[in-house]
């Protein structure tokens, strides 16, 4: 079974400066999604940024991008130019590829924080 | 387009009591996701449908849990009796179809068991 970790409990950032989220993931698939998620205090589940294990290439939307290290099997969110509205909780979550569904296996999460 | 409708918001009840939660997905998404979030954990899949029928419910407790999707669309998750370990969020998603990665969430329900 895959399993997820997310080593920060908690986050904080000054707004307008980067922050990074650190994520590792246990699997011996080689196909498989990666994902990051935000959790604000209304609890939806937002997707922030996927990532396809078969790229190479770092997965980036506009202020968010991950690093993506396959072999340590690494997974990181940075958050650059930092805004209030990003203070939520945040997710990593693996999909694989090899069963018949989409289940999700999420990590506990870190929170961030943003100062002003 | 409209979201993933939840509802109640919040319930508190009782050890041993029912409770039911009620699920209303994105217009034309055909698979959806029951999910429980214990507070300080993410969140853990319970059961996933496509269309009416059961995809996936291998970490539902069947004892006291079950859920249904009547005609393919909205979905109800019940817990009878209720367990003090039940305290939790239960979030609902959906997505076009299983194989789309795609997934949106509905804002929960969050449970009080006392």
């Known amino acids: 079974a895959q399993t997820v970790t997310q080593s920060q409990p908690e986050m904080s950032v000054q707004e307008a400066e980067t922050v990074t989220l650190s994520c590792t993931y246990d699997?011996?698939?080689?196909?498989?999604?990666l994902f990051w998620y935000k959790q604000p205090p209304s609890r939806q589940m937002i997707l922030v940024i996927r990532?396809?294990?078969?790229?190479?290439q770092n997965a980036t939307e506009n202020r968010f991008s991950v690093n993506f290290q396959k072999a340590a099997k690494s997974f990181s969110l940075k958050i650059s130019d930092s805004q209030l509205g990003d203070a939520a909780m945040y997710f990593c979550?693996?999909?694989?590829?090899?069963?018949?569904?989409?289940?999700?296996?999420f990590g506990g999460g870190t929170r961030l924080m943003v100062k002003p | 387009e409209a979201g993933v409708a939840q509802s109640p918001r919040y319930k508190i009840i009782e050890k041993r009591q029912s409770v039911a939660f009620w699920c209303n997905p994105i217009?034309?998404?055909?698979?959806l996701y029951w999910y429980q979030q214990i507070l300080g954990q993410g969140p853990k899949l319970l059961i996933q449908?496509?269309?009416?029928?059961?995809?996936?419910d291998s970490q539902l407790p069947k004892d006291r849990f079950s859920a249904e999707r009547l005609k393919g669309v909205d979905s109800t998750l019940k817990i009878q009796p209720a367990k003090l370990e039940d305290s939790a969020v239960y979030l609902c998603?959906?997505?076009?179809?299983?194989?789309?990665?795609?997934?949106?969430f509905g804002s929960g329900t969050q449970l009080s068991v006392l």
């Open positions: 998603a959906s997505s076009r179809d299983f194989v789309n990665e795609k997934l949106f």
């Open positions: 699997t011996s698939e080689s196909d498989y999604y």
């Open positions: 990532q396809e294990a078969y790229k190479q």
């Open positions: 979550a693996y999909r694989s590829l090899n069963n018949a569904g989409n289940m999700l296996t």
């Open positions: 217009s034309g998404h055909a698979t």
């Open positions: 449908f496509q269309n009416n029928g059961v995809v996936d």
